[in-house]
């Protein structure tokens, strides 16, 4: 199970590293939004929009073209590790929807929030990966990367929605994603 799980995060790198990328360049760019903008939410949307809409895309692609590579690149004996791909790319676009939608975030003067949203993400990890240990492995622990992103993101939102009232269009694009 261990070198399925091992060469399915390998099939799951591009995706990462496209997210990695983004995030590097993100905080920077934020700044520089909010610096030079006269409505910065509304470039935000614009921006955070087409970019979850662009990873969750490249999500679907990858998940369809990864039983296709599998089988052109990879030893048979790891075939049964393809289903594990779509949901450690699930990981990255956790992430990619966490790093963007915290925008206006930065500028709060409530940065302790961060760390009890990390908590209580850990928790929740920990927690929904010891509840889902003996069911279905590896996918409980999987999610529940996925969902530590996704608390974190919940609890630090509203804040940052105060901050620069950054309206972000969760179900149209909850609705693209389950398309």
Known sequence: AAGLYTVATKMAKPLAFIVSMVQQSWVPFKFHIHKTDAHPAQTFKQLISLYWVGVIALWGIFSLLTPWLYHWLIDPKYWAGIPYVPFIMSISVAQAIYFTMITGFELSSRQMLVIKASFLSMVAMIGLSLLTLHFYPPYGFIVAQAMAFL??????????????????PFGSILLFAVI
């Open 151 to 168: 608390i974190m993101g919940a609890i630090i939102y509203p804040e940052a929605k105060r901050v620069i009232r950054l309206d972000l």
